[in-house]
């Protein structure tokens, strides 16, 4: 039934997407949203998979994957580790990735960034990784990544589609159109890079108060509301050699 509805979604609010290929001509950023064992560990957390879920595990491979390039060639990346304090609670959800734990870090295949020069990373205790980087006297540390590494294209890689992705390239979109991000331009979102969770309605009604979330379906349902806020939606990343 799932699938059927999926199916009958990409039919009618289809989500065009294209190749992107990677070159040094374009200053470009990589983004990492939440790569963190607490989303993405199988057992490792509240949020965590309960088991082995080929959308996560393909989603941190081409996380690693493109890090891999970026870190070779020195350019930059940004990366967000949620990370909560134990008094501070995040309705809807379940205490998660709590500070000072192991579901705040980087999964095992990135931990390796915490040594590279051209790695930002970011620990952030809200949904919107943008709001995240605010700072009390006002500056935000990710307009500052972007305009002093003059970036103009930014590729997104992360989880959840649908939640901390969308909500991170929809603040960046408004910030952007507003001026405040120059000088970047786009905001390319790889589909295959980014992954969100599975909850079937046949197990979220016997949680309580939980809300189905479908993967296949909330998946794309964050990449065809991304696509509508003016986000770059793309299937593809190749590198162009020298």
């Known amino acids: ?30 983004v990492l949203v939440d790569v963190v064992n607490g989303f993405c560990t199988v057992g490792a957390g509240n949020l965590a998979p309960k088991h082995h879920d080929e959308q996560i595990s393909q989603m941190v491979e081409e996380s690693a994957r493109f890090a891999k390039v970026f870190c070779e060639k020195k350019w930059p990346i940004f990366a967000f580790l949620d990370s ?5 609670p995040e309705p809807p959800y379940p205490p998660h990735c709590i500070a ?24 952030k205790d809200c949904i919107d990784g943008f709001v995240g980087c605010l700072e009390k006297d006002g500056s935000n540390v990710f307009i500052d990544w972007v305009k002093n590494n003059q970036i103009k294209v930014i590729l997104v890689l992360g989880i959840c589609t649908d939640i901390c992705v969308l909500d991170f390239v929809c603040s960046t979109l408004s910030a952007r159109n507003r001026g405040f991000l120059p000088p970047l331009k786009d905001v390319i979102i790889y589909s295959g890079g980014c992954a969100t969770f599975d909850l079937p309605v046949s197990v979220a009604k016997n949680l309580g108060d ?12 964050g990449l065809y509301l991304a696509r509508g806020r003016g986000a770059k939606v793309v299937s593809e990343v190749s590198i162009k050699a020298p």
Do not use: Y
């Open 210 to 221: 939980a809300i189905a979330h479908p993967q296949a379906l909330m998946h794309h349902i």
């Open 1 to 30: 039934m799932v699938s059927e509805v999926v199916e009958l979604l990409k039919e009618n609010l289809p989500v065009t997407q294209e190749p992107f290929v990677l070159s040094g001509d374009v200053n470009t950023g990589l």
């Open 100 to 123: 000072g734990t192991d579901e705040a870090k980087l999964v095992p295949a990135l931990q390796w960034l915490e040594n590279e020069t051209n790695v930002t990373l970011k620990c």
């Open 84 to 88: 909560h304090r134990p008094d501070i």
